[in-house]
């Protein structure tokens, strides 16, 4: 059993938080996108917070919890929607945002420390070198690096640069194990996948060296097309053209922005399909003449030349998994998922699932490049009825060959492949022997037979108050 209150008492000369209010902050993320994580993980809290400053005090962190047997789940500020940051066990949470300095910055690479925020990293970097993250989260302003990599597989960028866990997209991590005694350890190539994306479950990540890339004052675009097959053709076509620098492709199906995007509706007539576009400056002659293959294709919007009376702010915070927060303001009975179309045949199969479903499911879908191909990948947003009914929803996808990374999961292996990550799975039995870094997060820690037929229920996980 954890011993809470002398761990509180051998932390207490740290940055140590025990209100009840504020540590119940700290102990969620944005599960409650989804109806089904909110019906099951509203409740849940740690039991004291931690902020650490440096990694000797991670170390003493760990090293104190893992002698009185509390849990521990690592979090940075929170913008992740699987619940990869909920303390199912209670315990403490591990709050890194002290942890936010950028090292050192190098041509084309920065060392950094988890909790640096991943707009301010851009800002130094442009500073310094002219450089920028290849790649960064819709939730730019207020997202962590370190909760990036562990929680996150892709974003802004992902059109031109591939996935987090492409080779070169991680250079470096430093992690801390969670033992009597904890050990620093460094991975880099294929060791990176042990700790990339396992939402703390196995380590705790002290420092990061990421790749940069020149930075521009990109040119962020509204696009209006009059249907949503041509739009996102074009989307498709666009992202094929190597000699055009873009870093965001998003197509956005009809009433997706007249209803839920307020800055950007007035100028979108009933049935157009919008694209949101970043165009490097340099590429702008270019695209134009890529716009003559459309004609129907109409710019609405320019970051570097419109004026409109209500400014619309970035245009990526429009994409990725901002789109869902948009449409959750204005009807909070939206919920999305999370779809792979492949590489194959991506237009095809967007067709299959639209004929499918109807105005059930509004196609919202971001064009990345994997393995060299150009693919895409959808956040559709599904008007919740019943959980059967997205279970039902998710099988039919399936069964046309689009996967589902199932966001109304918070285990590891539902929201990905289904499958286990041997990788990740030995490293957790070397590292954190004990199992209290991110407890029931998991399912192969806690039950290698797993069959996947329906939603795995961690045991372990803390009642709610009668």
């Keep these: 059993m954890p011993d ?34 909110k019906a099951r993980l509203d409740h849940v809290t740690a039991d004291f917070a931690v902020s650490p400053r440096t990694e000797a005090e991670v170390i003493e962190v760990l090293r104190v919890c893992y002698a009185h ?28 945002h002290q942890m936010n300095k950028v090292r050192e910055i190098h041509p084309g690479r920065v060392i950094v420390e988890p909790g640096a925020l991943l707009k301010d990293i851009d800002a130094a970097c442009k500073a310094d070198s002219g450089q920028e993250l290849r790649m960064f989260s819709s939730t730019w302003a207020t997202a962590t690096i370190g909760g990036f990599v562990a929680g996150g597989s892709g974003g802004v960028g992902s059109v031109r640069w591939g996935g987090l866990r492409d080779l070169g997209n991680i250079i470096r991590l430093r992690v801390v194990t969670m033992e009597a005694e904890p050990r620093i350890l460094e991975f880099t190539g294929e060791e990176l996948h042990r700790v ?96 003559t293959r459309y004609p ?38 939206i919920t999305y998922l999370q779809v ?40 559709t947003l599904v008007r919740f009825s019943t959980e059967e009914r997205l279970d039902e929803i998710v099988r039919i996808h399936e069964s ?20 286990v990550d041997d990788r990740q ?4 039995r070397e590292a954190d022997p004990k199992g209290l870094l991110n407890p029931g997060k998991m399912i192969a820690w806690d039950d ?6 329906r939603m795995y229920a961690w045991p372990g996980l803390v009642k709610a108050a009668e």
């Excluded at 979090?75 to 929607?81: A, D, V």
């Excluded at 290698?448 to 037929?453: R, T």
């Design 4 to 37: 809470i209150a002398a761990a509180k008492a051998a932390l207490a000369h740290l940055d140590l938080d025990v209100n009840p209010v504020s540590v119940k902050a700290k102990s969620r993320d944005f599960f409650w996108y989804s109806p089904v994580l």
């Design 425 to 428: 799975l030995q490293f957790k």
């Design 340 to 379: 792979g179309y492949g590489t194959d045949d991506p237009l095809g199969l967007v067709e299959q699932v639209r004929a499918t479903f109807g105005p059930e499911l509004m196609q919202h879908i971001e064009v990345t490049r994997q393995q060299g191909r150009i693919g895409m990948g959808g956040l």
């Design 296 to 333: 129907d294709a109409q710019v609405i919007y320019r970051s570097d030349t419109s004026d409109w009376p209500r400014d619309p702010g970035h245009v990526f915070e429009y994409g990725w998994n901002h789109t869902t927060l948009r449409a959750l303001k204005v009807d909070p009975s």
């Design 448 to 453: 290698p037979n797993w069959a996947y037929d």
């Design 196 to 291: 990339s994306h396992a939402y703390g479950t196995n380590g705790i990540i002290t420092e990061l060296e990421m790749p940069l890339a020149p930075a521009y004052d990109w040119v962020g675009m509204f696009v209006t097309l009059p249907d949503f097959p041509q739009a996102n053709r074009f989307a498709y076509d666009l992202a094929h053209q190597d000699g055009t620098l873009i870093k965001l492709a998003t197509v956005f199906e009809a009433p997706i922005a007249q209803d839920y995007f307020q800055r950007v509706a007035p100028y979108v007539t009933p049935g157009q399909a919008v694209l949101g576009l970043m165009v490097a400056p340099h590429a702008m002659g270019a695209f134009a003449t890529f716009c």
């Design 69 to 96: 047997n509390v849990p521990v789940t690592t979090r940075g500020t929170g913008t992740g929607n699987y619940g990869q940051a909920m303390p199912l066990a209670g315990g403490c949470i591990l709050h890194l």
């Design 400 to 419: 046309m060959g689009a996967m589902v990374f199932n966001p109304h999961r918070y285990t590891l292996e539902e929201g990905g492949r289904q499958a």
